[in-house]
């Protein structure tokens, strides 16, 4: 996959790519849209007003990926701080603040004459149950867009202002869009609660999904391999359906996770194998260039050995490789086999991932999968 010049220093940065590669196609020619979301205007407008939100959003990202500090982003440090935490996490979050302001007024808003007026006091309850921060950073940001807001000081809105006023110039209709992005996003609230500290749940309203105001439902409809493939790109694409082929003739489904990162197949009773295909990783594609894992549950890799000592050296690596932090004293997780005349102990939380397999590899590595299956039978 192509590559950036940038390599990413902070969590922001590499938050902000996989929301860039996860933004919907802008092609919405073929969409179709309840008119429930319409809101006063036709169905070639709203598609292109939200085309132009797509523009903003995908500004936004870009900007936060080259130079995040002119945002105010958190600058936390990918190299200082462990992937779980609390910076990590505050990197990720902080990039949702930008959106949850617009769809909050979509929420609290009503429009006259190609204005919306915010119901104040609604709006700051939502921002704050959406778990918003910094408003004057948003709302300045947002005016960089060309957005304008009455009654607002530079700093806040006064402390009786009841209401104030949204316009959006350069084109009229994005107003109606927010409110039916409000809508559907509270018509998904009264099913769901909405996790304010991250994408999950409510990063297919951020990365700007047309499918979602197709239907006038609460639920949101399902994600589709189109959409992932989509994502992960044509270099990715016949890899990821092979994938996807193979597990199905083990009578198994993928179910897609939140912006991709770990997708899991599930057997037919709904349990989950704790087979997944991740992409996007904090520790990979620092500079643009994302990574494919497949992770197979190999918890008796000592059983097959000798096909594992047979591996081309890429996938056997897989298997040299390892760790275990013994976070438990006495976990029964721990796979412990030995390589080469090695003992390994590999942590059954994690391993065994493959970094970007050939389609060649899958079928190697499928083999594996199944002498697994073959000795969890006996046992």
């Not at 292109?48 to 990926?65: K, M, N, P, R």
């Not at 959006?168 to 304010?196: C, F, H, W």
């Not at 992932?228 to 003739?249: A, C, H, P, T, W």
């Amino acid at each position: 996959m192509k590559k950036d010049n940038v390599q990413d220093i902070f969590y922001v940065q590499t938050q902000a790519r996989r929301i860039l590669k996860c933004l919907c196609r802008k092609d919405y020619k073929k969409a179709n849209i309840n008119t429930r979301y319409l809101n006063g205007i036709n169905k070639a407008q709203f598609w292109d007003a939200f085309g132009e939100l797509h523009s903003i959003f995908e500004s936004y990202y870009t900007q936060a990926v080259k130079d995040p500090s002119h945002l105010s982003l958190p600058l936390y440090e990918i190299d200082k701080y462990k992937i779980m935490s609390t910076q990590a996490r505050e990197g990720d979050i902080a990039l949702l603040d930008f959106p949850k302001t617009l769809f909050a007024i979509g929420q609290s808003s009503k429009i006259n004459k190609n204005v919306l007026t915010v119901n104040n006091t609604a709006f700051k309850q939502i921002l704050k149950n959406m778990g918003s921060k910094k408003l004057a950073v948003q709302i300045t940001q947002l005016s960089e867009y060309g957005f304008i807001f009455t009654q607002w000081n530079g700093k806040a809105f006064p402390v009786k202002c009841e209401t104030f006023e949204l316009e959006y110039p350069d084109n009229k209709n994005i107003l109606s869009v927010l409110l039916a992005i409000g809508d559907r996003l509270k018509q998904y609230m009264q099913v769901e609660t909405v996790n304010v500290n991250g994408l999950y749940k409510f990063e297919r309203f951020v990365c700007l999904d047309p499918n979602l105001y197709a239907i006038d439902t609460c639920e949101l409809p399902p994600k589709t391999l189109n959409y992932m493939l989509d994502v992960v790109g044509e270099s990715y694409n016949d890899l990821l359906i092979k994938m996807v082929e193979k597990f199905e003739e083990r009578d198994m489904e993928l179910r897609f996770e939140t912006i991709f990162l770990k997708n899991r197949f599930f057997n037919k009773k709904g349990k989950d194998t704790l087979n997944h295909i991740v992409f996007g990783d904090y520790r990979e594609g620092r500079d643009g260039n994302e990574c494919l894992f497949l992770r197979l549950k190999l918890n008796h890799p000592e059983e097959y050995i000798e096909k594992i000592n047979k591996l081309p050296k890429r996938l056997k690596e897989s298997f040299e490789n390892v760790w275990c932090s013994n976070c438990v004293q006495k976990c029964n997780k721990r796979i412990t086999y030995t390589l080469d005349g090695k003992v390994k102990n590999a942590c059954g939380c994690h391993f065994f991932m493959f970094k970007d397999p050939t389609i060649k590899d899958l079928d190697i590595l499928m083999e594996l999968y199944d002498y697994e299956q073959e000795v969890r039978i006996k046992k």
